[in-house]
């Protein structure tokens, strides 16, 4: 219950009747998406367009699959997104907790480097780190991809991270040392287990990131890292506009990260909200 | 105790704070000295110091010029469009209390989406003779015919159509913050505001809108940075075309850099540009955030 909610149940059949309209709209274009998957290719680009397949297929599912580079590249979206998350978490971890216990003053410019960073486009930091990676011998590997995708979100990850840890009362902490835990011991055995959901929020945003991305990997990769942002988008010129394939490939790369994220969604609105507001 | 304590945190920040600095502003500050010389493009060529011809050339050239103003129009009708939409759901969703539950995990799912597949995706339902929107505009009787409108193909319009997507894809994300805001506004300001005969219109704009303004501007800044420096999205729907109507400045750069290998001059813009944000964003946090101000 909130202020806002209304009382008057004729208002609230509008506003429902409304709702659905905005939803059914909204939720149209990714129905289409998957219903032309199902399509067999020449209906998936037949004038006029149908909304419901007439033949319902798997081919163009096979098809994606089957193409060169597309299965690998799965994989390398997979690799990169768990490096980088493993990567982001184990910096912003002892950096946020540093940050929200000790108060120091240092603390601020990671709250300042969020937001440059996010002002940064992408290539500024894209270029030279294509120089850098070649100059440590990692040029398109995952690993490399997974370093310029933590760049995206370690600042991301430090604030939320900050906010969880605001959380925790010191009391908790105070009590381990007490019973002679370290510091390191009391943040390792006491409080990131307080913090868990907290962790997960932060994962998910960090290998969504990473999941997503798209121009450091068209920079940072050529052959063997590629990811599947990069494949999808080539679909259009390496193999003729082969729609069919391409809603196919989509379906297959986004509908695991929507259902993962919505059988979590109660945790990840905090996130969502960038910690903004306590949700 | 006091400065093992104060080691300890530095120790603890160090890592992430190293990390940044070799691969965020280490490259950066790369990225704005190349913007003073005269780079070739083939690795390891000369590099010749040239001051600030890079930036005079940047402003000089019609095509920068061009890409600015596009840049400016895309995200202020992207920032605009969602922030209509996105505050009118968040209101739908908060009068209707805790039966909007489902209707809000079902708005949230594009935020998942690639920006990729969202773009090449309307690209494809904005196809002029094969694509769905065109085709339902048809049977619904608004078009004559489904190639009457070039969503993507026509210059005059392409730059908005390209903005769908990204109106798309984010306007969840201003609702959940809005939503997440008017859960914090207390129910008794609401309940006195109505009592004292307040309309509906009255209550949003004196009593709800003010108080969600910090809310507000987190959600309009984010979106603001995001939507200024969009890039695959619009490079997978008409790679900045038909004649440059969908060029925005991250493409221009992106195009100045790697096809026609200027590196110089495209740092100069990247800098430019890089320089406007911060001044554009600093003006925002300071005009709509009210730091200091209670939350």
Known sequence: MNGIETRRRSTKAILLVLLAVILVLYGFPFAYLLLTSFK?????IAVPPSVVPDVWTLENYTAALSKEGVVPALVNSVMTAVLSTLISLVLAVPAAYAVTRYRTPSGRVFVLAALVTRMVPTIAVGAPLVETMRALGINDTSFALAIAHTTISLPLSIWLMASFFEAVPDEIEEAAKMDGASRIGALWRVVLPVVSGGLAVTAIFT????WNEFLFALLLTSVRAQTTPIVIANFQTQFGLDWGAMTALAAVYSIPVILLTLTLQRHIVAGLTLGAVKG | MRVTDRRFALLLMAPAALFLAAFVLWPLVRFVSNAFYDISPIAGGPRTPVGLQNFIDAFASASFQGASARTVVYTVVVVVLEFALGLAVALIFAA????STV????????????PVVAGLLWRFLLIDNFGIVNEL????GVLQSADQVGWLSDPAIALFAVALPDVWLTTSFITLVLFAGLQTIPGEILEA???DGARFPTMLFRVILPLLRPVMAVALIVRGIDAARAFDIILIQTNGGPQESTTTLSLLIYRTMTRYGDIGLASAMGTIYLIGMLLVASVAVAAIWRPGEAR
Not at chain 2, 96 to 99: K, V
Not at chain 2, 103 to 114: C, D, E, K, V
């Open chain 2, 193 to 195: 505001a109505r009592i």
């Open chain 2, 96 to 99: 209707l209390g805790r039966r």
């Open chain 2, 103 to 114: 209707f809000r995990t079902i708005f949230m799912y594009p935020l998942m989406i690639a």
């Open chain 2, 137 to 140: 505009l048809v049977r619904a």
């Open chain 1, 207 to 210: 290998f969504l990131a990473s």
């Open chain 1, 40 to 44: 067999p290719p020449s209906e998936a």
